[in-house]
């Protein structure tokens, strides 16, 4: 059965043409208004132009003070300008009615232009409107077309089925309905899918990783509380290693734990920024007085050049800070130095960096550094090698300041941080 194709109804028609005459309208008083406000402009200008030239020509100075009069007789072109001093006294008396003739022809025919100008906008701007509302005009029409064309129902019912028989597992071929009128609904789902896969992964890799890492301290503690129960109510030794135990691994949990809920608000968009305008210097300096405090087993030197200032969240950045630090602090022995410099960088921009002296990266551990849970070999099995999320968080926070690192490390002589913000 064949559909008959709808015209525009005149009520279209007519619905685009008051709008065109509406716009047309707008435009047209704009314009009069703009050549109105010129010509006052203009006139004004001769006016003070004249009046100074006059002055400075016939009496060598110009002053506001000086009484200016026309002496009209009802001819223009015979029109007498004088100017007297503040006594009343006469300083110059010129004719300037053939100036004000020719002023007067000249702004009669500027006036016309501008007036014919203005009356044929009026007239024929509607039809220009209508021509450049053309393309909207047609886009609304092929929209109320499709609204009314025919459509099979089995179209909508297959569309259906291949949503409803979709797998999370089957997500990785999308929906393909073979159908060229879904073409466009078919690239829609797909790509709406290809971001949920995305999403799905990420997430099911983050639960993954986070259940591994939970796993260890678990198993730790479980295994002393069963040494407890079977040996520890009698022998103090085995008590007070359990206890000791249970409290660094219950501590580690606590920590990993916290870092889990920053990141998880982080990739919702609920973790809470104020940001502000702060010193970088002065933030940097409280971070390098608290690393004096708590760390006594490193040196610690604080450089800075000039004043900067940074657009951001002082907690925040504090923190990025401060997951720095405690990285160099993990990975250089003590008595060696850490430097903390705050100044401007090759752009101008401001940032900070943190340096060691401590085992350095391999390269292709400076990939990865960020990876969430990631650990270097050489650090994976030793105490100090963390909950793998520290990193991950600094990186947040400096992405959410619309900052970046730059990372220079090399194995045996340490590593340098530098975290360069945008400038204000």
């Not at 604080?302 to 800070?321: H, I, M, N, P, R």
Request: charged share 25%.
């Amino acid at each position: 059965m064949k559909t008959e194709k709808k015209k525009n109804s005149p009520f279209d028609a007519v619905r685009v043409t008051s709008i065109a005459r509406k716009i047309n309208l707008n435009n047209t008083g704009r314009v009069f208004l703009a050549y109105a406000g010129m010509d006052m402009l203009i006139l004004l200008i001769l006016a003070a132009a004249f009046a100074v030239g006059m002055d400075l020509q016939m009496a060598g100075k110009f002053s506001f003070a000086y009484h200016r009069t026309f002496l009209y007789d009802r001819d223009l072109w015979k029109v007498l300008y004088t100017v007297a001093d503040s006594a009343g006294e006469t300083l110059y008396e010129v004719p300037i009615g053939v100036w004000l003739g020719l002023l007067r022809v000249g702004g009669l025919i500027v006036l016309a232009a501008q007036l014919v100008d203005v009356v044929t906008m009026a007239f024929s701007g509607t039809a220009q409107v209508r021509r450049e509302l053309r393309p909207l005009n047609q886009i609304a029409a092929r929209a109320q077309e499709l609204s009314e064309m025919a459509f099979d129902e089995t179209k909508y019912h297959n569309l259906e089925d291949a949503i409803s028989n979709l797998k999370v597992d089957a997500m990785e071929n999308g929906i393909h309905m073979h159908d060229k009128e879904l073409q466009g609904i078919e690239t829609a789902l797909n790509g709406l899918l290809g971001r949920i896969r995305a999403s799905y992964r990420q997430q099911t890799q983050f639960v993954s990783d986070a259940s591994h890492e939970l796993r260890t301290p678990i198993a730790v503690i479980q295994g002393y509380v069963n040494m407890l129960d079977r040996w520890g109510k009698e022998d103090t030794a085995i008590l007070e290693e359990s206890i000791e135990a249970i409290k660094n691994e219950a501590n580690h949990m606590q920590k990993l734990v916290e870092q889990l809920l920053f990141l998880a608000r982080g990739d919702s968009n609920r973790q809470n920024m104020d940001m502000k305008l702060h010193g970088l210097n002065s933030i940097m300096r409280e971070v390098y007085e608290e690393s004096l405090m708590i760390d006594e087993k490193h040196r610690y030197r604080f450089e800075e050049s000039g004043t900067v200032q940074v657009y951001g969240d002082s907690d925040l950045l504090k923190q990025s800070a401060r997951i720095l630090i405690d990285n160099a602090a993990k990975y250089t022995k003590q008595g060696e130095e850490i430097v903390i410099r705050v100044g401007a960088w090759k752009d101008g921009a401001p940032f900070y960096g943190i340096q060691d002296n401590g085992i350095g990266m391999a390269q292709e551990d400076v990939a990865h550094a960020f990876d969430r849970f990631y650990r270097a070999d050489c650090v994976r099995s030793s105490r100090t090698g963390g909950t793998g999320l520290g990193l991950s968080i600094a990186k947040w926070i400096v992405d959410r300041h619309q900052g970046y690192y730059d990372i220079v490390s090399r194995e045996g002589l340490g590593t340098r941080f530098s975290v360069v913000f945008p400038r204000v």
